[in-house]
């Protein structure tokens, strides 16, 4: 939640146009298990988001496990949904942004996807058995 509004906000990081691996890609934060995260992706999750943005763990309260599903980049991601208390501590602004993983750090309203006028592509792509729907937006 954005301190400034009464919405719910998503918050985005950009990875450094620098990086052999996913350039430039808008993403959400996170990465690769260590062997210290002792195979729970909550912890995964929450580490590497405080190595990336300067998030501490304490500042999140995760509230979902998504379903783990394979990139087309072949790798298994599962992605971790958290609430961020207090919001303050989310403003992109304030964050602690590792530039050598992150280039920018942005905070959208949730809002925002529920409004098919700002889907400005829409396809559907076969993938690992199942059907899903692509959107792109522009913010």
């Known amino acids: 939640k954005?301190?400034?509004?009464?919405s719910i906000h998503v918050l985005f990081t950009q990875r450094p146009t620098t990086l052999s691996s996913h350039p430039g890609e808008v993403c959400f934060p996170g990465g690769r298990q260590d062997p210290s995260d002792r195979?729970?992706?909550?912890?995964?999750?929450l580490r590497e988001t405080r190595e990336e943005i300067g998030?501490?763990?304490h500042s999140i309260l995760p509230i979902?496990?998504?379903e783990t599903v394979e990139s087309k980049h072949s790798l298994c991601v599962t992605p971790i949904v958290g609430w961020i208390d207090p919001p303050e501590a989310a403003e992109p602004s304030g964050l602690d942004l590792n530039l050598e993983e992150v280039e920018a750090a942005f905070?959208?309203?949730?809002?925002?996807?529920?409004?098919?006028?700002?889907?400005?592509?829409?396809y559907s792509v076969e993938w690992s058995g199942g059907e899903f729907v692509v959107r792109t937006y522009l913010f």
């Open 39 to 45: 195979s729970d992706d909550v912890i995964t999750a």
């Open 55 to 57: 998030l501490f763990p």
């Open 2 to 6: 954005n301190p400034n509004s009464s």
């Open 107 to 122: 905070a959208v309203p949730l809002e925002y996807f529920a409004r098919e006028e700002n889907c400005v592509e829409k």
């Open 64 to 66: 979902a496990r998504m």
